[in-house]
């Protein structure tokens, strides 16, 4: 069965940078694109940006742009989620989503459990 | 980009009852609209995609219609385990944007 396992929840100080990560298992990693997706405490879900794991290609939501990094290494069907210079504000939920490839597909169709990550000085 | 907004924002219904959410674009969107259940503490699950397609497993009590800027989400008969909180999800064009939530709760 698909299954997208994140890495444990951190805890960083204002400044710092986080990397997240999202093992992939149950199918063919590189046929799937893997999003990222925020939730801060009572707002909505925030699209972060996604990854083409195939080729490594990336696109990321403007609001991110410069502080947002996302790789994967497809020997360990895994992707990776690096965010920079946190602050207060960027204490939320992020997720892992896969989504079909191709301009037909339009949704992620399995998520991962989410990591916690805090900022507090 | 375009805002997503649903009503209501929460709603209790009985068991058995029919639940209507509502989600409404802030530009044509075609058919390029989701819907995700997300449980307290657990992931979103795809529920419902390009408008009103089932995804795989979802039962068929859940349905969707819509196209352009206006989209309805029913559940027809409400079950003790369709408690959460629901959002709908554009994917016309880059970023994809969510509604705010319904929170559905058993009365």
């Known amino acids: 069965q698909v299954q997208l396992v994140q890495s444990g929840a951190e805890v960083k100080k204002p400044g710092a940078s986080v990397k997240v990560s999202c093992k992939a298992s149950?199918?063919?990693?590189?046929?799937?694109?893997i999003n990222w997706v925020r939730q801060a405490p009572g707002q909505r879900l925030e699209w972060m940006g996604w990854?083409?794991?195939?080729?490594?290609?990336?696109k990321y939501s403007q609001k991110f742009k410069g502080r947002v990094t996302m790789t994967r290494d497809t020997s360990a069907d895994t992707a990776y989620m690096e965010l920079t210079s946190l602050r207060s504000e960027d204490t939320a939920v992020y997720f892992c989503?896969?989504?079909?490839?191709?301009?037909?597909?339009?949704?992620?169709?399995?998520w991962g459990q989410g990591t916690l990550v805090t900022v507090s000085s | 980009d375009i805002q997503m907004t649903q009503s209501p924002s929460s709603l209790s219904a009985s068991v058995g009852d029919r639940v209507t959410i509502t989600c409404q674009a802030s530009?044509?969107?075609?058919?390029?609209l989701n819907w995700y259940q997300q449980k307290p503490g657990k992931a979103p699950e795809l529920l419902i995609y390009?408008?009103?397609s089932l995804h795989t497993g979802v039962p068929s009590r859940f349905s969707a219609s819509g196209s352009g800027t206006d989209f309805t989400f029913t559940i027809s008969s409400l079950q003790p385990e369709d408690i959460g909180t629901y959002y709908c999800?554009?994917?016309?064009?880059?970023?994809?944007?969510f509604g705010q939530g319904t929170r559905l709760e058993i009365k």
């Open positions: 989503a896969r989504e079909p490839i191709g301009e037909e597909y339009r949704y992620f169709d399995y």
């Open positions: 530009q044509d969107i075609s058919n390029y």
């Open positions: 999800q554009h994917y016309n064009s880059l970023p994809p944007t």
């Open positions: 149950g199918y063919t990693f590189t046929n799937y694109a």
């Open positions: 990854i083409t794991t195939g080729n490594g290609y990336t």
């Open positions: 390009d408008a009103s």
